[in-house]
């Protein structure tokens, strides 16, 4: 149970109140009954909300804090009033392409992406790669093995993001971000454009092949374990999957081919058949036509 000191110091950390959680403190260590637990928390707090200077004051008095609290930040870091935050990681000894198991990271702001570039982020460091974990340059939750920070910033249509990765050494070899471009379902329509925009940018500008299967590093972790080998498909064969009507038809338009089969021996209206059944509402009628057409 929460006492109220906490109750209270916790709302000034949010606030961006220092003078009140420095006078609360006192209280807050008369009544804890887990301090350590109780300052692990209020530091997460103040750093969630960018209050730098409160964040600062309790590692001075002995919040504890591991290397989890980084990458969970950075997948909040939504504006360049982070990088406060990151600074103090840096100036606490974190180690900006520390191993973490987890999720991924800042790759949402193009001010902090600078900022981690600047500091020594790996623009080529693999996430969940073999024998270590997430790194701090990716940004997708989840299901990130094998992804690369382009790989990242083009799952969410980042284009000005990758421009600074291939400006800052980032290799487009080894990497899928034209797959990542045309896969999974989009929040908005805004981020079905941009996505768009990402995928236009890396055929057009960086002469991507826009029929080609996914590639991965040796030792990726994208690779099966046992020994079988990894499914690679075309960017329509994801866009079919997930049912992206507007990527679909763009990649259309530009070239793909509706015929090439997958590594396991589909083509993209076979794997959009199988893997949208009627439990998951079936596939959508359009994306049927138009690859149905496209392949005649």
């Known amino acids: 149970m929460e006492s109220p000191a906490y109750s209270s110091i916790e709302s000034s950390c949010r606030d961006g109140d220092l003078p009140s959680v420095k006078s609360l403190l006192p209280s807050l260590r008369q009544q804890s009954t887990d301090l350590n637990a109780d300052m692990k928390s209020l530091l997460m707090t103040a750093c969630q909300h960018a209050e730098a200077d409160i964040a600062s004051y309790l590692l001075t008095q002995g919040a504890e804090w591991d290397h989890y609290l980084p990458i969970m930040i950075g997948r909040r870091a939504k504006s360049n009033q982070y990088i406060p935050i990151f600074q103090l990681f840096l100036d606490h000894g974190w180690d900006i392409n520390t191993d973490h198991h987890g999720f991924g990271t800042a790759l949402l702001n193009l001010a902090l992406v600078l900022y981690l570039l600047a500091n020594g982020a790996d623009a080529n460091m693999e996430a969940f790669q073999p024998g270590a974990k997430t790194r701090m340059m990716h940004s997708l939750p989840g299901r990130a093995h094998g992804m690369?920070?382009?790989?990242?910033?083009?799952?969410?249509?980042?284009?000005?993001?990758?421009?600074?990765?291939?400006?800052?050494?980032?290799?487009?070899?080894?990497?899928?971000?034209?797959?990542?471009?045309?896969?999974?379902?989009?929040?908005?329509?805004?981020?079905?454009?941009?996505?768009?925009?990402?995928?236009?940018?890396?055929?057009?500008?960086?002469?991507?092949?826009?029929?080609?299967?996914?590639?991965?590093?040796?030792g990726s972790s994208a690779i099966p374990s046992d020994g079988r080998p990894a499914i690679m498909a075309t960017p329509l064969h994801y866009a079919a999957r997930w049912q992206n009507q507007s990527r679909v038809k763009f990649l259309l338009e530009h070239g793909a081919d509706p015929t090439k089969q997958a590594s396991d021996g589909g083509t993209p209206l076979e794997w959009a058949i199988t893997m949208n059944d009627e439990e998951t509402g079936g596939l959508d009628p359009e994306i049927e036509t138009l690859l149905r057409e496209a392949s005649n």
């Open 148 to 218: 690369m920070p382009l790989d990242s910033a083009a799952s969410r249509g980042c284009v000005e993001v990758i421009r600074v990765l291939l400006d800052h050494g980032a290799r487009l070899e080894g990497a899928n971000p034209l797959h990542k471009a045309a896969a999974e379902p989009c929040a908005s329509e805004a981020e079905d454009i941009a996505r768009i925009q990402t995928m236009e940018f890396l055929i057009t500008e960086k002469g991507m092949d826009i029929n080609a299967l996914q590639s991965f590093t040796p």
